[in-house]
């Protein structure tokens, strides 16, 4: 019987696997606040649904709360919760950034959950840990607006803080990968239109990617997500991802138009709306799609992003069991 590693292995390979590999991963709210319970919420997941890998989903204040950040739960559908305590305001604050160690308080805690979830793991599961870049760090430590004025009117002092971050994540991510992690999910948020140019991104986002990433770029299962809507896609090229993930059914390119400039691994196929608010026919229907789409080679079912918390379990399940779908000559 093939597992969950051979099946993702011979996915990345090129090679045709058994069956496509799944996976969907989600916030768990409150959960999140202690590092036992995120652990045990992560592996019931698991248990439940036997996905293909596991991606560790911690909130995004886990690298941030050491910096003196806070933020509440208030019921979003994602499972995010709204910050209420930032740390940057004026543009001197940049350079205010201590650089962190990984034996913080909460990105120690963070490290502890994966040993918890790695003990409880089968040892034929991979998993992820998510890590936010710099760019995203720093707009939760300002506030978006905040982080895009001054990194227009103050951009060396923002491009100090992000050093900073860049460099306390790079020790993070080393950390990480000892506790036995197979990869990363690392998320990227501003590599829009909508909010940087790409030559922007060049200067304020990707110096800072390259420098955090560097201890995970032998890694087997790294997975970038572009978020949002109009991303660069032309990034991936400056980077060693063999999976990508991103909005690909709000927003260009499909998956079938990234085949033709991605050589690597693509993930996704289902709208974050159609798990919540529809039903298990319409999902398996953008399933099929997205095989044929992909021609169930080098594809990853998942959805754009999170799975919203109201997601219902019988649409999840019906993912859990797509997996069987073939492609179509």
């Known amino acids: 019987m093939t597992t969950h590693r051979e099946r993702l292995q011979a996915c990345l390979a090129g090679e045709q696997p058994d069956r496509t590999p799944v996976a969907l991963w989600r916030h768990f709210p409150v959960d999140d606040q202690s590092l036992e ?4 919420a992560t592996l019931h997941w698991q248990r439940v649904y036997d996905f293909d890998f596991v991606k560790v989903t911690p909130a995004s204040s886990f690298c941030l709360k050491d910096w003196g950040v806070d933020d509440v739960w208030e019921g979003h559908t994602e499972g995010t919760r ?4 930032r740390v940057i305001t004026g543009p001197r604050d940049w350079s205010l950034l201590p650089e962190l160690d990984p034996t913080s308080r909460h990105l120690a805690a963070q490290l502890e959950c994966l040993r918890l979830i790695k003990k409880g793991l089968a040892p034929e599961t991979p998993f992820i840990q998510t890590i936010f870049s710099p760019l995203a760090q720093a707009k939760n430590l300002a506030g978006n607006e905040t982080l895009l004025s001054h990194l227009r009117l103050y951009p060396e002092e923002v491009l100090r803080g992000l050093d900073v971050i860049a460099r306390t994540t790079r020790k993070f991510v080393a950390a990480a990968l000892e506790t036995g992690i197979d990869g990363i999910f690392y998320a990227i948020q501003h590599a829009q239109a909508s909010l940087l140019s790409l ?6 986002g990707l110096p800072f990617d390259q420098e955090a990433l560097e201890p995970a770029n032998g890694s087997w299962l790294n997975v970038l997500h572009l978020h949002g809507k109009d991303v660069h896609f032309p990034l991936l090229s400056s980077f060693f991802f063999p999976v990508v993930n991103w909005h690909d059914r709000e927003t260009p390119p499909t998956l079938a138009e990234a085949r033709k400039t991605f050589q690597g691994v693509t993930c996704g196929g289902l709208r974050q709306d159609t798990l919540a608010l529809g039903n298990p026919a319409q999902v398996k229907e953008e399933a099929e799609d997205a095989i044929q789409q992909t021609r169930g080679r080098k594809f ?9 918390v ?15 779908l073939r492609y179509k000559e």
Request: charged fraction near 15%.
């Open 37 to 40: 319970t995120l652990a045990a």
């Open 82 to 85: 709204r910050y209420v305590k």
């Open 199 to 204: 030559e922007e991104y060049k200067t304020f």
């Open 300 to 308: 990853i079912l998942s959805t754009g992003c999170v799975v919203p």
């Open 310 to 324: 109201i997601a219902p379990h019988g649409n999840l399940h019906a993912v859990a069991q797509i997996g069987n």
